[in-house]
């Protein structure tokens, strides 16, 4: 796959960005931002999220530089190295956003969240959420999408409402926790996204979860693109 939107980046921007099959791990970060537009980013963080990326972030409107981008993945990276140590309930992963920048995804399983179809936070989730609330305190540049996830037990429509009420409990609670409401998007997904087999009880299980999206949002891109972010 790295291979393959690397050829497919190279294709896009050969006449801004020669020699990309020998580009380092830190160029193909910052790649995105030596001369495309964002509607090319958007492009490739669709890709790379499987036809997702572009529900991640929102759209600056122009081109982000290549030492922004790389300023932006620093951060992120260091984040999400603290979420890591500090969620033992969630999965921590890079991902891509709508602007070609590096931003970071937190799943957490719903069983982790919510008790079976009910939509109130459990003690457990609290403690976990926060947990994530006081590692982003530092980062307030940037934004957060919440998205719930069902598997396909029920009908879309009840399916829908849940995962809705899932993802809107989160961001009240996050939002109770201090994180400012204007940053926060919360969506349900329903059963439309799985991750793995809806015929297993395992597969099940995974399927039932929320994903808290973390991407720069204007001021941040701002800050690197002036050399002013820490």
Known sequence: MKKTLLILMCALM?????????????????????????????????IIGKGKGAAIGAAIGGAVGAGAGTLIGRKMDKKAEELKAALENADIEKVTDVNGLEAIKVTFESGILFPTNGTTLSDVSKTQLSKFASKMKDMEETDITIFGHTDNTGTAAVNERISKQRADAVQSYLKSLGIAESRMTADGKSFNEPIA??????GKAKNRRVEIFISANAQMIKAAEEGKLN
């Open 197 to 202: 087999d809806n015929s297993t009880k395992e």
């Open 14 to 46: 050969v006449v801004v960005v020669p020699g990309c099959d020998s580009m380092s791990k830190t160029g193909k970060g910052a790649l995105l931002g030596t001369g495309a537009g964002a509607a090319v980013g958007a492009g490739i963080g669709a």
